[in-house]
C-alpha cells in the first residue's frame, strides 16, 4: 500500500475515534477483558488490605489496629499478588510512616500491574482521617467534622473541604477517598454516624454532599457517597453485629435518599453500601450489602446510579459473624456490587468467587459487567491505558 494510502487510513481512523469515542473506548475495554484470564478478572472485584498478602498476618491481626501493618512492597507481596491479583488497595494508618515512604508505597502498590491497582483512604474530615490525623506530621490542613460544617450553614466550607483534602490525597498520588458520607443522622443514639454526616437535615446534606464531590473531583480525586440505603437511623453500630433501619422505601425515598440522588447528580464515582438490614424494604434481614432489591433494584433500577458499587468492609461484625468469607463475596456479586472490600480471608474468598464462576452459581457475564466497570473508571480516572 502507499504512504498516501496508509495516511489516508490512519487518518479515517482518527476520524472515526473523535467521531464516536465512547464507541472507541468500550472496544478497546472488551477488548482487555477477552485476553484475561478468569482468576484476572475476579481478582479485579477485590480491593483489600496491603496487608493482606503478607503471611505474617492472620486475619484478626489485619483487624488489629495496634499492629504496625505493611508500609512497603515485599517480595512476598508480590508472589502473592501474582496468584491473587487484586483490583486495589484501601491504605490505613497502620501503613502510612512517613511523606516519603507513602509516596514510595503508592508508586509501587501502583506498579503491581499494568492494569494499575487502584487507592482508596478514608479521608472523611474530623475524626476519620488517616492522614491528616497521623501522629507522623503530613503538614496537611486538617477539616473539621462535616456536622460541623453543615450547622456553620456555609456550603462553600463543603466545597473547601474536598478541595482540601482532594489536594493532599492528589498529591500523594491516591486515587479514592472513601467520602463524603451522604448518611442523615436522623437517630441521635446512633453509635458510628454522629458527625461524620452532615446533620439531620436531607436538604441541607444534599447540598454539602453534592460541594464536598465537587472540590474532590477539582483535585482529580475520586468521590464514595456511603453508607447506601443510610446508616444513620440505626441504632447499633455494623462495625460490631446486626444493624437495621426499619423504615419503609417511601420513607427512606423521603430522607436517606435526598442526599444520595445528589450525590449520584453530582457524578459520584462510586457508591458504598451500608451491612444494615432493612425488613420493611426487602422483607428479610439480609445486609443491604448482599440484596438485589436494594442494590439492582432501587440503587441501578430506580436512582439510576452507573458507576461503581463497592461494598463496606466485609471484614465488619455485621458480616462476619454470619457469613464465611467467600458466601459473603458470592452474595454480594449476585445482589450487583463491583468491588468487594476487605473481605475477612482475602484468599478464602477469592478461591470461592472463582469455584462460584467455574460452577455456575455466578455466570461469567456477570463477573464481566463489573470488571468493565472497574476498567472504564481506570482509564476514564487513573489514566490507565
Not at 448518611?183 to 446533620?199: K, L, Q
Request: glycine share 8%; aromatic share 8%; hydrophobic share 40%.
Amino acid at each position: 500500500m502507499k504512504k498516501t494510502s496508509l495516511c489516508r487510513s490512519a487518518a479515517a481512523l482518527l476520524a472515526a475515534l473523535m467521531i464516536c469515542p465512547a464507541a472507541a473506548e468500550e472496544d478497546v475495554i472488551m477488548q482487555k477483558i477477552e485476553t484475561m484470564t478468569l482468576r484476572e478478572k475476579v481478582g479485579q472485584l477485590f480491593m483489600v488490605r496491603p496487608d493482606a498478602l503478607e503471611g505474617r498476618f492472620g486475619p484478626a491481626e489485619l483487624e488489629d489496629n495496634s499492629i504496625t501493618g505493611t508500609t512497603r512492597v515485599s517480595d512476598e507481596m508480590q508472589e502473592k499478588y501474582a496468584q491473587y491479583p487484586c483490583g486495589g488497595f484501601a491504605l490505613f494508618r497502620k501503613n502510612i510512616l512517613s511523606p516519603s515512604q507513602l509516596n514510595i508505597f503508592v508508586q509501587r502498590l501502583h506498579g503491581m500491574n499494568a492494569l494499575t491497582p487502584m487507592l482508596g483512604i478514608d479521608e472523611e474530615g474530623g475524626r476519620i482521617a488517616r492522614i491528616a490525623n497521623h501522629p507522623t506530621s503530613f503538614g496537611v490542613k486538617k477539616v473539621p467534622p462535616m456536622g460541623q460544617i453543615a450547622a456553620s450553614g456555609d456550603e462553600t466550607a463543603a466545597f473547601d473541604a474536598g478541595r482540601t483534602i482532594g489536594d493532599y490525597l492528589h498529591a500523594y498520588g491516591l486515587d479514592i477517598d472513601f467520602a463524603p458520607v451522604a448518611d442523615v443522622n436522623t437517630n441521635p443514639r446512633n453509635p458510628v454516624i454522629s458527625d461524620r454526616a452532615f446533620g439531620d437535615d436531607p436538604a441541607i446534606a444534599a447540598a454539602m454532599v453534592q460541594r464536598v464531590i465537587q472540590g474532590l473531583h477539582d483535585c482529580g480525586v475520586a468521590s464514595c457517597i456511603k453508607h447506601f440505603p443510610g446508616h444513620g437511623d440505626t441504632a447499633t453500630d455494623t462495625h460490631t453485629g446486626y444493624a437495621e433501619t426499619k423504615k419503609t422505601w417511601e420513607e427512606i425515598s423521603a430522607c436517606e435518599m435526598v442526599p444520595f440522588r445528589a450525590g449520584i447528580a453530582a457524578g459520584t464515582d462510586f457508591v458504598m453500601t451500608a451491612h444494615i438490614a432493612a425488613p420493611n424494604v426487602t422483607g428479610t434481614d439480609e445486609p443491604s450489602t448482599m440484596s438485589y432489591t436494594i442494590l439492582t433494584e432501587k440503587l441501578r433500577g430506580e436512582l439510576g446510579f452507573e458507576g461503581l458499587i463497592i461494598t463496606d468492609a466485609l471484614s465488619m461484625g455485621a458480616i462476619r459473624e454470619k457469613y464465611s468469607s467467600s458466601e459473603a463475596c458470592i452474595r454480594c456479586i449476585q445482589a450487583g456490587v463491583d468491588i468487594l472490600l476487605m473481605p475477612y480471608d482475602y484468599f478464602e474468598a477469592f478461591d470461592g468467587v472463582v469455584k462460584a464462576v467455574e460452577d455456575g452459581v455466578i455466570p461469567e457475564s456477570r463477573i464481566d459487567e463489573s470488571v468493565y466497570r472497574i476498567l472504564k473508571f481506570k482509564m476514564e480516572k487513573m489514566g490507565v491505558q
